[in-house]
Nanobody, 124 residues
């Protein structure tokens, strides 16, 4: 069992930066792939970024490439999402997720555990 708690969401102006954190419980965190997803009102939850269990492979949704960076610290059981050059379209609740498959994946179905989410609001 893995429990995930996101933090770092806030209200920020367009062009600004935020770093989201996701703290995980459990001794097997380092074996899980981790992902970030987001959901805005009236839309489905969408993939943002993923990182494999070792932290040496990542993948991003096209609209965030070059602006967002996912990373992990297995010693701290934490995954991060550094978000730069934020735009209003990035406004959403951001969720982290853990997947036993270990490798990068954009598929929601392949993630086994989810956090409660953290709100990011980007004003224009």
């Amino acid at each position: 069992q893995v429990q995930l708690v996101e933090s770092g969401g806030a209200l920020v102006q367009a062009g600004g930066s935020l770093r989201l954190s996701c703290a995980a419980s459990g001794r097997t965190f380092s074996l899980y792939a981790m992902g970030w997803f987001r959901q805005s009102p009236g839309k489905e939850r969408e993939f943002v970024a993923t990182i494999n269990w070792r932290g040496d492979s990542t993948y991003y949704e096209d609209s965030v490439k070059g602006r967002f960076t996912i990373s992990r610290d297995n010693a701290k059981n934490t995954v991060y999402l550094q978000m730069n050059s934020l735009i209003p379209e990035d406004t959403a609740v951001y969720y982290c997720a853990a997947g036993r498959q270990g490798g990068v994946t954009i598929r929601r179905q392949e993630y086994d555990y989810w956090g409660q989410g953290t709100q990011v609001t980007v004003s224009s």
